[in-house]
């Protein structure tokens, strides 16, 4: 079963990170649509040191308030990679922001399953507050898991990610920041990528 992921994080470069190590965890080909300065991603990618296939499309780049540009830019980028395609999302709460929740919903939606029938995965970001409380449970219902990701003790090198589908406590944990690249758990990790 494919599995997509919603993170809700705090502001900073954590919540991107982490959405780039969990797809580039799952995916050998990815494309990235960022509303983060181009600087931030390129040091996010390098932090990690994956020889993954790559297309990062920023919001300086791309007219996001034109959501069918989008869509051709993750067709014809499909198109172009073998193999399973997945995507990093990272400008949700902006496209929630320009379009409303009614446009947003519908355009992730289509993006999901068009990934999906490619046997990819979608991993997105929002970032905690930018919306309301209703947009984001909303949203959220698109996505298999929701992470959310919160600062722990004022440490920006430190967070807490809570599942909102395990309730178990397994995936109720602390992740170390290092650099630009935020360290998976390795049970989170298994649970990513479907190994039991």
């Known amino acids: ?12 470069f954590p919540g991107p990170s982490l959405c780039y190590s ?6 050998d080909n990815i494309i990235w649509f960022s509303s983060e300065n181009p600087l931030v991603v390129n040091r996010i990618v390098e932090a990690y040191g994956r020889k993954q296939k790559l297309k990062v499309f920023n919001s300086r780049d791309i007219n996001i308030a034109n959501l069918n540009e989008i869509n051709i830019i993750l067709s014809k980028s499909m198109d172009e990679f073998k193999g ?35 046997g990819g995965t979608v991993v997105g970001l929002m970032i905690a507050g930018a919306q309301s409380k209703r947009d984001e449970i909303l949203i959220s219902r698109l996505f ?4 959310h990701v919160k600062i722990e003790n004022g440490k920006e090198n430190e967070l807490k990610l809570r599942s909102e589908s ?5 995936f109720n ?6 650099g630009y690249s ?10 990513i990528i479907g190994i039991k």
């Open 182 to 191: 935020v360290d998976l758990h390795p049970s989170l990790k298994d649970y």
């Open 22 to 27: 969990i797809v580039s965890s799952i995916s």
């Open 166 to 170: 395990i309730i178990d406590g397994r």
């Open 84 to 118: 399973k395609t997945s995507v990093c999302l990272t400008m949700i709460s902006e496209l929630i922001l320009i379009h409303n929740l009614e446009k947003t919903y519908l355009f992730l939606s289509n993006l999901i399953k068009k990934v999906e029938s490619k």
């Open 173 to 178: 944990f602390s992740l170390k920041v290092n």
């Open 144 to 147: 298999s898991d929701v992470f």
């Open 1 to 12: 079963m494919v599995k997509n992921y919603l993170v809700i994080s705090d502001t900073g």
